[in-house]
Nanobody, 124 residues
C-alpha cells in the first residue's frame, strides 16, 4: 500500500516562508512525477508545481519566482519551498504522485496517489 504524508504547513505572516515536505512510502516500483496542488475554500483544486523524474518542473503562473519544487529521490520525498507568501496562497496543500507500485508479483497498474493535505494560512 502506498502512502503520501505531508508536513510543514502552518500559519505565517505575509512575506514569510514555509517549506512543505511529502514522503512517499510503501511498495513502489517507480515514481514518474510528483506535484503539489492546493485548494482554497470555495475554489477548485489547482496545480501549484510539478516535477518529473527527469527533473523538469512546471509552476502555476501565480507562484512563479516565489515557489520552488524539488525532490530527494533517495528518500522518495518532494519539497515545496514557498517564499514571499501572500494571503491568497492560503489553502490546503496536497501532495500528488504519479507512480507505479510494486505488487510483489511484479509491477502494478499506474497509480495517481494523494496525500491527506496540509493547511497553509497566510495572514495579512
Amino acid at each position: 500500500q502506498v502512502q503520501l504524508v505531508e508536513s510543514g504547513g502552518g500559519l505565517v505572516q505575509a512575506g514569510g516562508s514555509l517549506r512543505l515536505s511529502c514522503v512517499v512510502s510503501g511498495n513502489i516500483f517507480s515514481i514518474n512525477a510528483m506535484g503539489w496542488y492546493r485548494q482554497a475554500p470555495g475554489k477548485q483544486r489547482e496545480l501549484v508545481a510539478a516535477i518529473t523524474s527527469g527533473g523538469s518542473t512546471n509552476y502555476a503562473d501565480s507562484v512563479k519566482g516565489r515557489f520552488t519544487i524539488s525532490t530527494d529521490n533517495a528518500k522518495n520525498t518532494v519539497y515545496l519551498q514557498m517564499n514571499s507568501l501572500k494571503p491568497e496562497d492560503t489553502a490546503a496543500y496536497y501532495c500528488n504522485a504519479d507512480l507505479v507500485p510494486w505488487t510483489g508479483w511484479g509491477r502494478g497498474d499506474r497509480l495517481d496517489a494523494w496525500g491527506q493535505g496540509t493547511l497553509v494560512t497566510v495572514s495579512s
